[in-house]
């Protein structure tokens, strides 16, 4: 039986693995084109999460440094388990101000390797751009989906935390397109998902979570590759205006169609939205070949 690693020998394994045990998938995954919200010149324009949008059409490979900005960790946490992170941006300053993203200025997804144990969570930002997560026992992947103010769209970095516990693989649940979470069924058809009742019939106390009618958070297994997409009410481009699409009035409130793809690999898929007073998470296991 190996021996539990002292606090301080725990936090050395934190920081060393920023770089470490993932470095070489970060290295092969190239980023995919992602959508840009045009800035029109103003750096600080705040996009509202309640209209039709999408910040990331395909998956982005996970990787600590992206567009000059760096995610560094702060050694500063005496237990190994609760860390304190920052992003230092292209001319090496500290990033101390964030823009909303998503309906919240930092996403963080904490998961497994084996894309088991999903958390979606949102830690405060400090005033000097610090963040701290605290990280339960054993390996996991960190992903931080922020939005520098200046910055002509979100980053997402990601990182690797391990303090040397044990913790068990889970195999990945074999697919269910139709699983019923919280008493409610959720049917997918490829990025469109129907919400209904136990007796079939379309549901009700549906609530935006975050600003948005749902989230859609998809992690591609082996490079834990990660995009976050949000249900859009558009249907075909509009002639002569490419990019344009024009909104469709009648689409009913318990079907979400998510604008984006999920480029070929094994992803473990997040649906997310509000219900009744309380946030639902419906997972997937979804194959692209």
């Not at 606090?7 to 060393?16: E, H």
């Not at 949102?122 to 339960?136: E, I």
């Not at 699409?245 to 070929?264: C, I, Q, R």
Request: proline content about 9%; aromatic content about 6%.
């Amino acid at each position: 039986m190996s021996r539990r690693p002292g606090p301080l020998s725990r936090l050395t394994v934190f920081g060393v693995v920023l770089f470490g045990a993932f470095g070489t998938a970060y290295a092969a995954g190239e980023r995919l084109p992602g959508h840009r919200h045009p800035s029109g010149g103003a750096k600080h324009a705040t996009i509202d999460e309640s209209q039709p949008h999408t910040h990331d059409l395909t998956p982005r490979p996970a990787a600590t440094n992206v567009d000059g900005y760096e995610l560094r960790l702060d050694p500063v946490a005496a237990d190994g388990h609760t860390l304190q992170y920052r992003v230092v941006g292209p001319g090496g300053a500290p990033v101390t101000a964030f823009l909303d993203n998503h309906g919240s200025k930092l996403h963080t997804v904490l998961i497994h390797s084996d894309l088991s144990g999903f958390q979606h969570i949102h830690p405060d930002l400090a005033a000097d751009g610090t963040w701290r997560v605290t990280v339960p026992a054993g390996a996991w992947h960190l992903v931080f989906d922020v939005w520098p103010a200046g910055a002509a769209t979100n980053i997402v970095l990601a990182t690797n935390t391990d303090d040397e516990v044990p913790t068990p693989s889970a195999p990945l649940p074999g697919a269910d397109d139709a699983p019923t979470v919280d008493g409610l069924t959720v049917r997918r058809n490829g990025l469109v998902f129907t919400i209904s009742d136990a007796d079939g019939t379309a549901t009700t106390g549906l609530e935006p979570y975050l600003g948005a009618p749902g989230h859609l958070i998809a992690m591609r297994l082996g490079d834990l590759a990660y995009t976050h997409l949000h249900p859009s009410t558009t249907s075909t481009a509009m002639a002569d205006m490419p990019g344009m699409t024009m909104p469709v009035a009648d689409t009913p409130a318990n079907v979400l169609t998510f604008t984006g793809s999920l480029t070929t690999g094994t992803y473990r898929v997040f649906l997310q939205f509000g219900h009744d007073g309380k946030v639902v998470t419906v997972p997937y296991t979804v194959v692209i070949p």
